[in-house]
């Protein structure tokens, strides 16, 4: 007779009545669940319960530290703020302009040959500078400094009848304004002034195409 198959019945058995204490021992799991309510608050607690509005753009608060009618910290004197620059130190460039021209132009000749309120001042198309010159079949410009030492004097030779509808260089680009070589009205004006020194500055001398300037 067989004795391990008459036991087996009983193992199980066994087995089930010990998980069965085990679950009576463990806490009862809790199966139902809590319902909620929510509950909206009212306007005038939502609008207390908002942050402040951001200050607007461009502007940053002030925060004022010190109380009203007190320039002093409590602990030490702020001191005062510091001058502007421009109140204490001024544009120098005006000055040093000003001695500058008053070193290369004592007499101021050169300064009132340009200047624009004058009636006898240089103009557009007047032969005093030579701004383009031709060499080689080739438009050549050049700069004349003139307050530079180097120049002894400005002489306007020549002077449009006419007045110039521009004041610019390119007056002088275009080549239906360009008036070529000046050559034979230097040579006019180094005989008409040739002539006056020798009869004298009082003298008039013939006149070729314009007015005879002075020199400057």
């Known amino acids: 007779m067989n004795v391990h198959a008459l036991r087996r019945p009983l193992g199980c058995?066994?087995?089930?009545?010990?998980q069965t204490r085990q679950q009576k021992a463990l806490p009862l799991a809790r199966s139902l669940a809590t319902a909620v309510e929510t509950t909206t608050?009212?306007?005038?607690?939502a609008a207390s319960s908002r942050p402040p509005p951001p200050p607007p753009a461009g502007k940053k608060p002030i925060i004022n530290t010190k109380p009203p009618g007190v320039t002093h910290h409590r602990h030490f004197a702020l001191a005062p703020p510091v001058p502007s620059i421009r109140k204490t130190h001024p544009d120098p460039l005006p000055a040093l302009t000003a001695a500058q021209l008053t070193k290369l132009d004592p007499t101021g000749a050169r300064t009132r040959l340009f200047d624009r309120t004058r009636p006898d001042?240089?103009?557009a198309g007047d032969v005093a500078?030579?701004?383009r010159g031709q060499l080689m079949r080739v438009g050549v410009e050049m700069w004349h400094k003139i307050y530079a030492?180097?120049?002894i004097g400005i002489d306007i030779i020549w002077r449009r009848p006419k007045r110039a509808r521009r004041a610019r260089l390119t007056y002088m680009r275009q080549p239906?304004?360009?008036?070529?070589?000046?050559?034979h009205l230097v040579q006019a004006w180094k005989k008409?002034?040739?002539a006056m020194r020798g009869k004298g500055r009082g003298a008039s001398a013939a006149k070729t195409g314009g007015q005879v300037g002075t020199r400057f």
């Open 41 to 45: 608050p009212s306007a005038e607690a």
């Open 129 to 131: 500078i030579l701004l």
């Open 121 to 123: 001042a240089a103009k």
């Open 192 to 194: 008409e002034r040739y």
């Open 149 to 151: 030492p180097t120049v």
């Open 13 to 18: 058995l066994k087995t089930a009545l010990r």
């Open 176 to 183: 239906k304004h360009d008036m070529g070589s000046v050559a």
